[in-house]
Structures are given as C-alpha cells and as structure tokens.
C-alpha cells in the first residue's frame, strides 16, 4: 500500500513538473483530487482498513494530499508569475518615448489678424482697450459730435435696446470717448480697441449685423495729419508688404475734422487695375482723421493744448482683402479651415 501510495506521489510529482499550462494543471487537479480521482479513491480504501492499518494509512494519505496539493499550488504561482511577466514585458511603455503630439486649436483669422495687429500696436506703444458692446447712446453717438437726429446716423442704422438711449454699439469709436472722459489728467492717449459691433444689416456676402472693428486714437501736443499717415503706412505695409503705397481720401466723419478714407495701393496688381481694386489700383481700408475739437472737448480735452487722430478699421475687411475670403459669412461658420494656420479657404 506505502508503495502503491508513494508511486502515486512520484507520478503526480513528474507530470506537475513538466506542465507549463494554467489548463493542465487544472487537469491534473481533477485527475487526482476530483470525485473519482486517482488520490480520492485511496481515501475510499481507508474505511475499509482497520484500525491499525488506518491510522498508518490515514498519516500517508495525509502526508501526500498535503505535499501534492502545495506542489501544486507552487506550481500555478509559477506559471501565474510567468504568463503576468511575460504581459509585462509585451505591453512594456518606455516612458522616455515623446508623446503623441496633440495639435492645438489656433485662432480663427479674424481672432488671429487681431492679435496680430494688437502686437504691431503694442510695439509702438499703444494700449488695448476694450469697452461694452451694450452701449449708451451718449457715448456711441452724442460726444462724438452726432446729436440726436443727425442725418449722419442714418448711415449706422443702430439696434436700439432701451428707448432711444441704450443700444448694440454700431462702432468702436465710443471706446476714445470712454477712454478720453476716463482719462481724469487728461494726459496723452495712445489707444487701440478691437471688438464686435452690431448694425441692422441684412446678411450678405459683405454685409454681416454683426461684425469687428478696430479703433484706434492717440492724443499728444502737435499731432498731425503726417503722424496719421505715418501710423497708416506702417499698419498697411505690416498688413499687405513692403510694396504697397497708402493715400488719403478726402471724406467726412462728424467725429473727425478733417476726414479721410484710408486707401492702399492695390496687394494684388501693384495698381495696375484688377476685379480686387475694381480696376482703381486702389482699395479703401478705413476711414480715419484728425479728432474733431468739439469731441475733444466733449471728453475734457483742451482743443487748443492738444490734437490726436483717430482711426477704425472694418477687421473682416481687412482679413477678407489678406487672406482673399470672398463672402464674410465664412469668418462665422464653424469651419475648421477658418482658422490663421490655414489661410488657402
Ligand atoms: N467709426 C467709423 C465707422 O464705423 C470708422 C471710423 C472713421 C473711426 C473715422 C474713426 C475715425 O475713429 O476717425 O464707420
């Protein structure tokens, strides 16, 4: 029986040794320890036994449960140790590795033109300044010398919220005013102010009720035309290159005395005449002047220690002009093309 007992042990020992198999050991669990396995039916055999022969019996069976049971055990550990190293090692991540490169969003054009000419002005030394889109009538209008019934206005045709006195801002200009009345030292201004502006317009591929401008004031002692137009020529040629000339147009604006349209000499015929320029050579960017003194004095500004210029710039213009967008609703559908990295919409 001893012997029968440890041939077993041997024999369950040799193929536990050779198995490499999570199944095959589950295999040999069953061959041995299962309802009718082989070491089960030798406990059967022990209550036929006697007494005697059954406790010597008993501490054998004992002994070889024990000791194939924790060869097994040890056996499974193994074989888990391996199968989980050899996971390890399959979906090993080298952590030195760059990662994956996660393209970020850019600026759409108009945001991007923005910021562009925000920098240029930042290096000549003008602030950005920003101001409310729901706006008073006094600031929007009244202080930059356009009373109430003014025919100029007509030309603004404005979303009035409350009465006649608060309204969607129809221009920029009402920033200078703001920042002039704010200005209590009443000290020189160099300002630009980019923002959304609102007009009653029916939306076309040049008409938008919504659109941005960009404002642009700088108050000093002995401000000239010449200073304007030196400002104008390097906005242009930063905007539309080297090669591009600029001229003023003489025009009207009740805020600006006297008033111009700014013109630059056509990016894409060099003035030749093309459908850009309209066959002129030239193409109108904004209009601008010098401020007008009533407006000065509006804001508190001596008109006789102090002049300036102002400016504002249509921002879809510009970029319709820069980067050749046809029809200014582009700027507002969320295509992904429109954005300063893609300029070939
Ligand atoms: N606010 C004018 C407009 O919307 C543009 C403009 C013209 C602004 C002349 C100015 C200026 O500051 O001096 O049509």
Redesign the pocket.
């Known amino acids: 029986m001893k012997e029968k007992v440890n041939e077993l042990k041997q024999e369950v020992l040799k193929k536990i040794e050779n198995i490499n198999d999570l199944n095959s050991l589950q295999n040999i669990k069953t061959e041995y320890f299962g309802k009718k396995g082989k070491i089960t039916e030798l406990s059967s055999i022990l209550k036929e036994l006697d007494a005697s022969q059954k406790k010597e019996f008993g501490m054998l069976l004992n002994e070889i449960k024990t000791y194939v049971t924790s060869s097994i055990d040890s056996k499974q550990k193994e074989i888990e140790n391996r199968i989980l190293d050899e996971k390890l090692e399959k979906e090993r991540i080298d952590v030195t590795l760059p990662g994956t490169v996660i393209k970020n969003g850019s600026p759409n054009m108009l945001e991007g033109l923005i910021e562009d000419l925000e920098e240029l002005f930042i290096g000549l030394g003008y602030d950005v300044v920003e101001g409310p889109e729901v706006e008073k009538d006094l600031y929007n209008f009244e202080l930059l010398n356009l009373p109430k019934g003014h025919p100029a206005r007509d ?2 045709d404005t979303f009035y919220i409350k009465n006649d006195e608060i309204l969607l801002r ?4 009402p920033v ?1 005013v703001r920042t002039m009345l704010e200005n209590t030292e009443k000290s020189p201004i160099r300002i630009i102010c980019p923002g959304k ?1 609102y007009r009653r317009d029916d939306d076309d591929a040049t008409h938008s009720h919504q659109f941005t ?1 960009m ?3 700088l108050i000093d002692k002995n401000i000239s035309l010449a200073d304007l137009k030196g400002t104008f020529d390097i906005i242009a040629k930063h905007l539309f290159g080297d090669k591009v000339e600029t001229r003023f147009r003489s025009s009207f ?1 009740p ?2 005395e006297p ?1 111009v349209e700014l013109d630059v000499s056509c990016f894409n015929c060099g003035g030749k005449g093309c459908n850009i320029c309209k066959n002129t050579g030239w193409i109108t960017v ?4 010098m ?1 007008h003194p009533k407006v000065l004095t509006n804001c508190g500004y001596d008109p006789d220690l102090m002049s300036g ?4 710039f ?1 921002v879809e213009r510009l970029a319709m002009l820069k980067y050749g967008v046809t029809d200014v609703r582009t700027f507002y559908t969320n295509d992904l093309r429109v954005n300063s990295d893609r300029k070939d919409v």
């Open positions: 030309a603004q129809s221009q920029t200009s200078q502006t401008q404002e642009g004031l604006y805020f600006t008033s904004g209009g601008a002047g401020v210029f102002a400016f504002g249509g």
